[in-house]
């Protein structure tokens, strides 16, 4: 892989402040801005009201009754739910700390221990596996005064230098070097990582074995399977720069041991449990309060990393368009496995998102399609039955090992023709077939989120 290159914009017009925050303090946030003129904040919360009404009041929801348990809502009408992600809800609305009800996105699909596409709010625990491995996964997009004319007629070479300035994917094999990593990280990602370095400390004093894992290595790059970069276009041609990733290998070592940890502390519970990956970490012991503090990190962790790789996306496709260009001052970055405490129905709980994105009045978010359909810039209704959340995608609609079945590398190539991308059999696990219906799962939560902009990929990196 070419040697990465380092982004000319400074890493801080894009990178989020690096102390880590604990979600048991919610992030104050700015009024969001994407494509907005800040003289129209006020008109577009107005309209943000009147439409949050409107569509409460159209949309009908789905509730299963529990036995033994708390409701379940689902805002998946003209979705498909697999009967296994039914049971699987279930098995979670059953556990003693749920609070009110689970909500269920239209991109709903079965996981491991818990549902992706659910919400679960819950006083005095938290499940591990329910925010699961990829601690703060999310997506970053960003507008530019780039119009689609300003692009080069053949894209393959801004794809290419996109993929020399982000290290993705991942090679293993002894002696080799892993091409998703850094070998040596630029100044810039040693600069971030130092501001993330106190907190992670402080985790590994307690878990040293969590000091081995790929952290500094990983910052900045993107991964593998459903993780990508695209250029876009809006409904007026203007160009879009969006990514999703989340927290890497560090990520992944601090969910699987605090996971590993909360079924060691239920040893003796575990058999009751409908599911062993439902363990939880009670409030007021000691694995609970690390768990807060080091998941907290972590998902500081991963707004930073994507943050990172926007700066170097950006400054990859200043080297190619000929034509200078600016990008919007904010960027949408937003968090769809993660947890955080909040305040809903006058109480405050835990709240984990698992594929599921937060969609408070007036909030902006990313809704992404699969790999050649559209995505969407979306403006929360503040819906407080969902818990003021939507979709984080279209959802999978079979497994990978059944997409890599049942399609040809013939059939992504059709269904990718308009997209300058992988068509080669190692990404045929995410065709777009192997997905729900965006349209649909879109219609469904309607009374959740209202649409801002319409996205449409040019450009697709695959990690």
Not at 249 to 258: C, E, W
Not at 382 to 408: I, P, V, Y
Request: net charge positive; with cysteine; hydrophobic share 40%.
């Amino acid at each position: 892989m070419p040697a990465a290159r380092s982004a000319s914009a400074p890493l801080s017009a894009w990178c989020c402040r690096s102390s880590a925050r604990q979600p048991t303090q919610p992030r104050r946030r700015r009024p969001p801005s994407a494509g907005l003129k800040p003289q129209d904040a006020r008109a577009n919360r107005q309209s943000a009201r009147r439409g949050a009404s409107r569509h409460q009041e159209e949309q009908a929801i789905e509730t299963i009754e529990v036995a033994g348990g708390k409701p379940i809502k689902l805002w998946t009408e003209g979705v498909a739910v697999e009967d296994a992600a039914r049971r699987q809800l279930i098995n979670t609305a059953r556990l003693p700390f749920i609070f009110r009800h689970l909500a269920v996105m239209p991109d709903v699909h079965l996981g491991k221990g818990s549902t992706i596409g659910s919400v679960i709010p819950t006083r005095g625990a938290i499940i591990p596996a329910a925010v699961g491995v990829d601690i703060g996964c999310g997506m970053i997009a960003t507008r530019s005064t780039l119009t689609a004319s300003d692009l080069p007629d053949q894209l393959h070479g801004l794809s290419t230098a996109i993929e020399c300035a982000v290290p993705h994917g991942r090679s293993l094999g002894r002696g080799k070097r892993d091409q998703g990593s850094w070998q040596n990280p630029p100044q810039r990602i040693n600069a971030l990582w130092a501001g993330l370095l106190p907190g992670f400390r402080r985790i590994v004093a307690k878990y040293p074995t969590l000091g081995d894992s790929n952290h500094l290595q990983h910052l900045g790059t993107l991964g593998t399977g459903n993780h990508f970069i695209e250029v876009c276009l809006d409904e007026s041609q203007r160009v879009w720069f969006m990514l999703h990733s989340g927290s890497r290998g560090v990520g992944n070592a601090i969910g699987r041991s605090f996971i590993a940890l909360a079924q060691a502390d239920m040893r003796q519970h575990l058999a009751t449990l409908p599911d062993r990956d439902l363990a939880y970490l009670e409030q007021g012991s000691s694995h609970f309060d690390d768990y807060v503090e080091a998941v907290g990190w972590a998902q500081e962790y991963a707004r930073c990393n994507r943050s990172a790789m926007m700066a170097s996306v950006i400054a990859a496709a200043r080297q190619v368009i000929g034509k200078p260009f600016t990008v919007d001052a904010e960027a949408v970055n937003c968090h769809h496995n993660y947890v955080q405490k909040e305040t809903h129905f006058g109480s405050e709980v835990f709240v984990t998102r698992k594929g599921a994105v937060s969609a408070r009045l007036g909030e902006l978010g990313i809704i992404p399609g699969s790999m050649g359909a559209s995505s969407y810039i979306v403006r929360g209704l503040g819906n407080e039955q969902s818990f003021c959340s939507c979709s984080h995608g279209a959802g999978r609609l079979m497994s990978r090992n059944e997409a890599r079945r049942r399609f040809t590398v013939a059939d992504q190539q059709r269904a990718t023709a308009h997209v300058e991308c992988r068509k080669d059999r190692e990404v045929i696990d995410e065709i777009p077939m192997a997905y729900k219906d965006i349209d649909a799962v879109m219609h469904a939560q309607r009374s959740l989120v209202e649409v801002v902009h319409t996205l449409r990929q040019v450009v697709c990196v695959k990690g």
